[in-house]
Structure formats: C-alpha cells, structure tokens
C-alpha cells in the first residue's frame, strides 16, 4: 500500500500572507489534486495535475497556484490569505482513468488570524 | 449548479437499522460513481465505486444505480456506531475527466 503525507498538519496564517501547503504521495499514481473543505461541507476541487509539470484549473482556482515539481509532489500555495478564512484543504491521487479511485491525505487544517 | 446532488444533509439512525443515501446527477455523460466515507479528522475514504446499472453488494453496503434517472443510492444494513461519517457521493464521466462530489450527508448511528 502506499500513503499521501500532507504537511503542515496545521497552518496558522495572517491576512494578506502567502502560504504553500505540500503533498507527497509514494503510490506511483498519475494523477494529483487539491480539494478544499469548509467546514461539514462538501470538496471544491482547486486544482487537479494528470501528470509531471500539468496543471489544470477546477473550480476554485482564484486566489490560488500550484505546482507539480515531480511526479511524487503537488504543492498548493494561498497567494494571499484572507482574515478569519478557515478550511482544511485536500491532497489526493489516483491513477489515470475514469474508474480509478481517489487516495486522500488527511488534510491540511488552515487557519487566518 | 452543482452536477451532484446529495440528500438528505444529515441522518440519524438506531444502531442496527438501515441507512438510506440518495444522490442524484445532472449531468447525463456521468457514468462512473463512487461513494467516499469521511471520519472526522480523516480524508475522505473510497468505500465502494457502481459503474453498471442495477446493484452492487459489498457486506453491509449495497450501492444502486438507474442510469436513466442519474440516481445512485447507498443502503447501510445493519449501522454500527463506526458508520457514523459524511459520506460523499461523486461522478465522473470522460475517462480523464475530473471526480465531482457532491456536498455530503452526515450520518449519526445512536447507539
């Protein structure tokens, strides 16, 4: 089996910051996401990579960049956080095709003072 | 619009009873499903994928798909207090295209 480390576990920001979150993953999968969740609610998907240096826009990509440095990695940085802005954000993988399911981290629990 | 549509938003149920998730598309090129359990404090989970109309059992959990409604419904048998978790309904329909979830129904099995 293989697992997705997501650091930091927690992250303490101020508004106007910049924060990057980071992602490993040692499944060998294609495929990359960031998923953001606000509190009891649903997954956003912020941004997705199908392979090594790909990115691809989802749904909530404002305010947001990513990076795929190596097939391995998916890093997500908070261009410019926004005051009392909570949320835990996502990493997962999976292999390329449609029926293939998603491995996610436990998450990163952000919070902006 | 969000292209999945998950009810109801919260559940109770007696331990041992039976849980019923319903979740409903709007898009008809979905035509892979997926359901994901989510504990506190974890990611969300893959407990069981459906691609085919009809059934599919796996122990407790019985998924089910009507392709010509877009409905797709998970049924709990026997819940146990560890059952209790958000659980996500997602589709997807190209073969690279993306998962869409929907906005999760959070189960409570009273002891």
């Keep these: 089996g293989g697992i997705i480390t997501q650091t930091p576990k927690f992250l303490i920001g101020q508004e106007g910051q910049k924060l990057t ?14 998923y953001r969740q606000d509190s009891g609610k649903g997954l956003r998907l912020i941004y997705y990579s199908i392979t090594e240096n790909d990115l691809q826009k989802g749904d909530l990509s404002e305010g947001y960049d990513a990076s795929r440095e190596k097939k391995s990695s998916f890093s997500l940085t908070v261009t410019s956080a926004q005051k009392n802005e909570m949320a835990v954000f996502l990493c997962a993988s999976s292999y390329r095709g449609a029926g293939e399911r998603l491995f996610f ?9 | 619009q969000q292209k999945v549509q998950q009810s ?13 998730l319903n979740c409903t598309s709007s898009d008809r090129n979905f035509q892979y499903f997926w359901w ?13 994928s459906i691609f085919s109309d009809g059934d599919k059992k796996e122990g407790r959990f019985t998924a089910h798909l009507n392709k010509a409604s877009l409905h797709v419904s998970l049924h709990i048998r026997d819940s146990q207090p560890s059952d209790s978790a958000l659980y996500f309904c997602a589709a997807r329909g190209s073969a690279l ?15």
């Design chain 2, 8 to 20: 109801p938003e919260s559940l109770s149920v007696p331990e041992g009873g039976m849980a019923s």
């Design chain 2, 97 to 111: 295209g993306r998962l869409h979830f929907g906005a999760g129904t959070q189960l409570i099995v009273i002891p």
């Design chain 1, 21 to 34: 979150l980071k992602c490993q993953q040692n499944f060998n999968h294609d495929t990359m996401y960031w």
């Design chain 1, 105 to 113: 981290g436990h998450g990163t629990k952000l919070s902006v003072l």
């Design chain 2, 36 to 48: 994901y359990r989510q504990h506190s404090g974890e990611g969300p989970k893959a407990l069981m």
